[in-house]
């Protein structure tokens, strides 16, 4: 193999690795935005219902610690840390912890729902999106 073959095969791998790194954007991107009509579906629906929203709470990412937020909206499970605000978007309610947040409150920002909560966890720990929103409107206002 002499130098040429070397720098050929180098740059083969690079664009191949290169084209498979823009492949994996491409895919995450399209289940954000299939993710984010979800969403967006179950809060104009939960709308439509007149299920009862509340106001959000962060927790700290250590578990200890309650934050105020300004958002309201609805806890999408038990846990307390996924939640769609009535604009329609997905929270992950997990803040760094800090005495300022618990004194005056926290604003989370929105974050790109996935398409399978949990995907990568234990058996049994991962749930489909669309799963987990439906389960949370047909139970309701009475769902914990």
């Known amino acids: 193999m002499d130098a040429d073959d070397g720098l050929q ?26 993710a ?17 929203t509340t106001p959000l709470v962060a927790r ?37 912890p800090s005495l300022r947040g618990r004194l005056f409150g926290v604003d989370p920002e929105p974050d790109p729902a ?3 909560l949990g995907r990568g966890g234990r058996d049994g720990e991962s749930i489909p999106l669309r799963t987990l929103l439906t389960r949370r409107l047909e139970a309701g206002d009475d769902w914990r």
Request: proline share 2%.
């Open 60 to 96: 700290g990412h250590d578990g200890r610690g309650r934050y105020r937020t300004r958002l309201t909206g609805w806890y999408v499970d038990r846990a307390g840390t996924r939640a769609v605000d009535t604009a329609g978007r997905f929270h992950l309610l997990s803040v760094p």
């Open 36 to 52: 984010a009509e979800l969403v967006a579906w179950f809060a104009a629906e939960a709308t439509r219902r007149g299920l009862r």
């Open 114 to 116: 996935p398409l399978v």
């Open 9 to 34: 095969w180098r740059e083969r791998q690079r664009r191949a690795v290169r084209a498979h790194a823009e492949a994996a954007d491409r895919q995450r991107a399209a289940e954000h935005a299939e």
